[in-house]
């Protein structure tokens, strides 16, 4: 037998460990062209809070009383494939268990020669695509312009941040605690780090852009994101790929409306899920792997131990906890 | 002497004759390389709104107590320049006056072989420009898909439908009043069009596309974009022109977020002025031109006479009293 966690209530506002079930399951037995898997890392991420609601989005929402998915990275118990082998360490789109079977197309093998195994459910995996096509594809920094960039010590947003400045741009952060403050200003090298929580936003954003911005890179919406609009630079660009403020919203997300920013700046609002990419994966992949190995790119993952942990894990997500990619490590890596 | 309007005091919320103030000055002499013209037709424009505040913008604002600008034809009426003779009709960024003398670089000459001296205030001058690159840089229309234009019956709405039905779109407008409705559809072929002022535009929107919508061309901002967004199909584009529903709000314009839409549709919202594309013109004009000619392009004028109505014209745009460009008549054209 084995542990599972399915989604048993629908989330109203903020999701409570209520909404979540552990349960005991068998493991299952793999057919020819399935291979068993161990779960090693769990990848907890902001947007899975979304396919926890009801109705139309750019992915299928979750089934009630069914297994929660996301990116994990497992390790090979039993393998009816010619693609894969004992002990080889996958990554693939896996629900929330301690193994599962899965048909050998709905996993890849990772190199952990390049990097560590977990690096594939951050930097190298999902959410460094999302910052590089993000930023390059939709915000286009050119050398000397001001990068925004708010979650800016989340998983995305640390990595938009440092590619922002490998691209010769003056990179300001937005942050929840002096901390995350510090990690950006002194291992990132941001040129300037705002505290939200503790600064008037407003302010510290018109002081720490002097120049204007002429890219905002979009995780959080809400207040952040107006206090953005009135910096506008010429041809600005924003790439909206979050807006967690109002994930757990119960009451319509409501503020200025933007049509007179946009329309006195000829600037650019782009939605996107980084999906919309799947064709460039792989330049995406190349230009990522070549920085971590020039030693141009850092990343940070909040590591929390064990798979009964896991609903804590995702729910510190909206407390800002983590700094960095959050992980769940389920089971070490055996050799 | 002549008569000529000038902005004494910068309007708050929605302007009002006492804002303007009609004086006398005496009529110039033109220098070497200038030319003396007699003003013909003046363009009123929902765009001078924003001029008149104080602050940045794409466009400086006008200057307290000096004479308003904004396209005009005229007639030469003495020339000291090489390029232009007697009688010549000219366009340019004229003064609200009844005479102007203005540098030979600051006007060109119009042919009125091809479509009447107005039409280059309207379907083949700014307008049609703002309409034809909004809609064919921004918006790409393609075959089959779904457009709705607001303010469809105004200078800009009525051209950017047609284009949109030329390129093959299933076209919606929304307007404000049963004359326009049946105008769009019956004299500009519109496939739905929408009486904002009358119907839940909510109700109406979602009937009258049962396919979501593809492109929204925005020239009012407010609820009427408001009710767009949830309609909107994977990767819609948004080109934002106008938002003259905010132009005289006196309190913040607020409305729902739109990050959340765009992030789940990957949509794109760009503002834009016509000046953005001033690389461009002669491609903008030559296509334009060419449907006039094919008659596949019509465009309605509202004509105010007498220069002393210009102020009246103007305050019309906002109560949306216009069909097609409004423009006031100042005197004929002599031959």
């Known amino acids: 037998m084995q542990k599972q966690i399915k989604l048993v209530k629908r989330p109203i506002g903020l999701p409570t460990k209520e909404d979540f079930e552990f349960v005991q399951a068998p493991i299952a037995v793999p057919a020819e062209g399935e291979v068993l898997v161990r779960t090693v890392y769990i990848s907890v991420d902001p947007y899975l ?3 926890m609601n009801e109705g139309k989005s750019y992915i299928p929402p979750f089934e009630l009383d069914s297994v929660i998915a996301s ?5 090979v118990v039993e393998s009816k494939s010619t693609h894969f082998k004992k002990n080889d360490i996958v990554l693939g789109s896996l629900g929330w268990q301690e193994y599962s079977v899965v048909k050998e197309t709905g996993i890849q093998k990772v190199d952990t020669n390049l990097a560590p195994a977990s690096a594939y459910l951050s930097v190298l995996g999902m959410t460094g695509l999302t910052a590089y096509f993000g930023l390059v594809d939709i915000g286009q920094p050119k050398e000397g312009e001001t990068v925004v960039v708010s979650g800016a010590a989340g998983a995305v947003g640390s990595i938009v941040g440092q590619i922002a400045k490998i691209k ?3 990179v300001v952060g937005i942050a929840g605690s002096d901390e995350k403050v510090k990690y950006l200003q002194e291992e990132l090298g941001f040129d300037a780090v705002i505290n939200y929580k503790t600064e008037d936003i407003n302010d510290s954003l018109a002081k720490a852009c002097p120049n204007g911005i002429d890219v905002y890179y979009e995780n959080v919406g809400g207040e952040i994101a107006d206090a953005v609009y009135p910096l506008l630079n010429k041809f600005a660009r924003i790439p909206v790929c979050g807006a967690i403020s109002a994930y757990n919203n119960e009451v319509a997300d409501v503020g200025p409306r933007v049509q007179g920013y946009l329309i006195k700046t000829s600037s650019l609002m782009k939605g996107f899920t980084v999906g ?9 992949t190349m230009a990522l792997a070549g920085w971590l190995q020039e030693g141009k790119l850092q990343y940070e993952e909040t590591v929390t131990e064990g798979f009964d942990n896991t609903i804590d894990a995702f729910l510190d997500l909206f407390a800002g906890a983590n700094l960095g990619k959050a992980i769940v490590k389920v089971a070490e890596i055996e050799s």
Do not use: K, L, P, T
């Open 49 to 51: 809070r979304g396919r």
């Open 71 to 75: 990116g994990v990275i497992a390790q």
């Open 168 to 170: 010769g741009a003056y």
């Open 276 to 284: 919309d990419y799947s064709a460039r994966f792989g330049e995406g």
